[in-house]
Nanobody, 123 residues
Framework: HVQLVESGGGSVQAGGSLSLSCEVS????????IGWFRQAPGKEREGVAA???????YYADSVKGGFTVSKDNAKDTLYLQMDSLKPEDTAMYYC??????????????????WGQGTQVTVS
């Protein structure tokens, strides 16, 4: 079965940086949807960043220029480098995975496996 474990969260001052990691196990070979989401208290969960099997990256407009998503297939690990953090970035951050849609696309509905989350607090 698929397991995802996030780490690297913490508390930082505005303008600081954090590096998040997600160790993935049990995922099937082939094309997968892998990305980061976040949820702040009282708000809906939102997509943050994703990376496809070809290495192409995708970002929410709110984090463009500050966040960088990457992966290390040899280590089965997904990363999120977070720079120039702002208080509005405070949230629980989750990594997620799933199988692509019938047409090969990865929308929010295709992420069916989730980690427990790691808290990021910016003050």
């Amino acid at each position: 079965h698929v397991q995802l474990v996030e780490s690297g969260g913490g508390s930082v001052q505005a303008g600081g940086s954090l590096s998040l990691s997600c160790e993935v196990s049990g995922i099937t070979e082939g094309t997968n949807c892998i990305g980061w989401f976040r949820q702040a208290p009282g708000k809906e969960r939102e997509g943050v960043a994703a990376i496809d099997n070809d290495g192409a990256t995708y970002y929410a407009d709110s984090v463009k220029g500050g966040f960088t998503v990457s992966k290390d297939n040899a280590k089965d690990t997904l990363y999120l480098q977070m720079d120039s953090l702002k208080p509005e970035d405070t949230a629980m951050y989750y990594c997620a995975a799933g199988r692509p849609r019938y047409d090969g696309l990865c929308t929010s509905y295709e992420y069916t496996n989730w980690g427990q989350g790691t808290q990021v607090t910016v003050s």
